[in-house]
């Protein structure tokens, strides 16, 4: 059995769809293959104006608007695959009037936020894949489309769900037990549920790939592809870069290192699962199918061997100090751990000199408003806004040089393999 994942932009369209579904045409075996899909497009970014609490841009449309643009987006795409199917269309609407009731439902409260984000952007993931089950069915790929809430089992961590390991393995091998009739079985990433009481949690933005992992790690999948709109692991994101250079081969550990640094191609928690059971990666493109992508696998090295980048936008530093000039020592530490902890945040670079403890972390209005406002109560705090966290993993003196141009250096962090740069935006 193999688990395929699909994301936003290989199904953002109708004709992207219509790709997809080559794709998965050209690759059906003895086994049923497992489909991972996301939302479609920029789903999630819409859902996420959607969400009770949210503090909307001065930009924003008012959610009516939003709301007929999801539903206008959504059946464009079903129409335009299948006309005129009225079961489709009556799925899509029973899912959008479901997710009105849903979103009258929850409290507005910020205490609450992270429990109606889930409840409300699971509703991308399921969009797509009623809409892609649907349309393979009708073109004669036998398909099977699974709830993810009831496969993937998480505690109640919202926005972040960690995996019931034991729960998953037992609903994954239950669920599919009857599936093997089937060529194709179909369902979400991202979103996963309670073993209890079967509410709706997700893995973290952008989790779509550990979901892949998970499921392929339960049914002790053959392997894992991940279908992109870059030809495979590139050295560089091509915004930053002209002359990318492809990566053929990746060991575990390098792809566990680059993706905790911020590499966009993979789910920071995709790469445990399947090195846990030797279970290779492939990442390939679905504009150029046919070409041989990458691999993630039992390798010593990567191969070609070139330096990696890796650029983290939207940052923000901060500086926190004791009032009292005391020495950041481990209660300091255990506090300001305890508040990040609390508020969910992630820290991409820390370090502490004798009176001054920084970390930067991505600058999300939801979680370091809050985070500044606790801290501030506790201790002095300095904040540098709009930073760019570089990393590059096998560096030298001119590439980091080349990296900088000219710009300040608010923080520098060096290892034997590692050089992490925290700089203004360009």
Request: proline share 5%; charged share 20%; aromatic share 8%.
């Amino acid at each position: 059995m193999k688990v395929f994942k699909f994301g936003g932009a290989s199904v953002n369209s109708a004709d992207a769809v219509r790709n997809m579904a080559q794709i998965v045409r050209k690759h059906i075996e003895s086994e049923p293959l497992v489909v991972v899909v996301s939302a479609m497009g920029k789903t999630t970014n819409l859902l996420e104006k959607l969400v009770p609490g949210t503090l909307p841009h001065p930009s924003d449309p008012a959610p009516e608007a939003l709301r007929t643009q999801l539903e206008d987006y959504h059946l464009g795409i079903a129409n335009a695959l299948i006309p005129s199917d009225m079961a489709l269309t009556g799925k899509i609407h029973s899912l959008l009037d479901r997710l009105d009731t849903v979103r009258q439902s929850l409290n507005p409260s910020h205490h609450a936020y992270n429990y109606n984000y889930d409840q409300v952007v699971s509703f991308g993931e399921l969009l797509s894949t009623t809409i892609i089950a649907h349309y393979l069915n009708h073109h004669g790929i036998s398909t099977l489309w699974q709830d993810a809430r009831q496969l993937i089992r998480t505690d109640s961590h919202f926005r972040e769900g960690r995996v019931d390991w034991q729960a998953t393995e037992e609903a994954v091998q239950a669920q599919m037990a009857g599936s093997m009739n089937y060529s194709v079985i179909v369902t979400q990433g991202f979103i996963a549920g309670t073993p209890v009481a079967g509410t709706t949690t997700t893995l973290g933005r952008e989790g779509s790939d550990y979901s892949a992992a998970i499921l392929a790690y339960c049914l002790g999948a053959e392997s894992v592809t991940i279908w992109k709109d870059v030809p495979g692991f590139l050295n560089a994101d091509p915004k930053y870069f002209d002359n990318t250079v492809k990566i053929s081969q990746i060991p575990y550990s390098e792809a566990i290192e680059l993706a905790y640094y911020g590499a966009s191609v993979i789910h920071p928690k995709t790469v445990k699962p399947i090195q846990n059971k030797h279970i290779p990666l492939y990442i390939r493109s679905f504009i150029t199918p046919e070409s041989d992508g990458s691999s993630i696998g039992n390798y010593h090295t990567i191969s070609p061997s070139t330096p990696l980048y890796i650029f983290r936008n939207n940052q923000i530093l901060l500086s926190i100090m004791p009032r009292d000039y005391s020495f950041i020592a481990e209660e300091n530490l255990q506090v300001i751990f305890g508040v990040l902890n609390e508020l969910g945040i992630r820290v991409n670079l820390m370090q502490n000199s004798a009176l001054s403890f920084s970390i930067c972390v991505d600058d999300n209005p939801q979680r370091t408003g809050l985070l500044i406002e606790r801290l501030t109560a506790m201790f002095h705090v300095r904040y540098n806004k709009d930073l760019q966290l570089v990393t590059i993993r096998y560096y030298t003196q001119e590439v980091i040089d080349s990296i900088v141009a000219g710009r300040p250096v608010l923080l520098e962090q060096r290892s034997r393999l590692t050089e992490q740069l925290v700089v203004p935006v360009e």
